[in-house]
């Protein structure tokens, strides 16, 4: 047999319907809904985290991570000194602080 007539038996490659960027545009939307739905919130969160812990003061009411009720006696670099009980102070990693109490007016 001669290369024509292989050539005339193999079948020709026909490009696939719908192929390129089609493919590909569920798993963009996807990413593009996790991004919405789980990545931009825990950012947005974790933002607020910070500057919470940016604007910490002495005096400030805090709860732990770990449940512990404190109030800050000294903000270093890195943590904080907390006072948990009368003649006890702890210090904290800063990235162990939960949340700042607010104080209650009482009426």
Do not use: C
């Amino acid at each position: 047999m001669s290369i024509p007539e292989i050539s005339t038996l193999l079948p020709i490659a026909q490009a696939a319907p719908g192929g390129g960027l089609g493919q590909f545009l569920p798993i963009i939307l996807l990413f593009v809904g996790m991004w919405f739905l789980i990545i931009a919130p825990q950012r947005k969160r974790q933002k607020a985290h910070d500057k919470m812990l940016s604007e910490l003061k002495t005096g400030d009411e805090i709860i732990t991570t770990g449940g512990i009720y404190g109030t800050i006696t000294n903000v270093k670099d890195d943590r904080f000194v907390i006072r948990i009980a009368d003649s006890t102070k702890v210090e904290l990693g800063k990235g162990f602080v939960a949340n700042k109490l607010e104080a209650t007016v009482a009426k």
